[in-house]
């Protein structure tokens, strides 16, 4: 048995200790917010935070999660994440999502980048793209992501 802090709650589950925080997450917790894209840790699909930091959930056994606050984009876009409730409004904003597959791991990632900023910056179209990197969008819709990141650190300024 194995205890993870999923969204501030202990949550026991009975799986290998090298299964993948992500199914633990999807198959034994039912929250499917958080996607399986490639199951190499390339697409960003299954972006969480693990005490804060964007990680790949698809390549992140829950033994290493163990002990460590794990936030999923259940959590993050609730409201009661400032910034993550300044992402959402910014992807609602400017309508980025299409088929929306890679929407949760993007907004985690955003959420994650936005919180690692000083306060009140603003950051460059060309930090956003580096900090975006990682995640791919089938759609291309990268300028309108672009957009909502920084429409998002600016409503946190």
Excluded at 32 to 56: I, N, P, Y
Aim: proline share 4%.
């Amino acid at each position: 048995m194995t205890t993870l802090n999923i969204n501030g709650q202990p949550r026991a589950v009975d799986l290998d200790p090298d299964t993948p925080v992500l199914w633990a997450l999807r198959d034994s917790l039912g929250l499917t917010g958080t996607k399986f894209g490639c199951g190499a840790g390339l697409c960003g699909a299954c972006t969480v935070h693990v005490d804060g930091q964007a990680v790949r959930s698809c390549i992140t056994p829950i033994a290493s999660a163990e002990g460590k606050r794990i936030t999923t984009v259940e959590a993050a876009t609730s409201g009661a994440d400032k910034v993550g409730a300044a992402v959402k409004a910014a992807w609602i904003k400017h309508d980025v999502a299409q088929c929306g597959y890679c929407q949760s791991g993007q907004i985690m990632t955003a959420t994650a980048f936005l919180k690692s900023l000083p306060k009140g910056k603003r950051p460059s179209a060309a930090e956003i793209d580096a900090a975006m990197a990682g995640n791919i969008c089938r759609c291309g819709t990268y300028a309108r992501i672009r957009a909502a990141v920084a429409d998002a650190a600016q409503s946190l300024a």
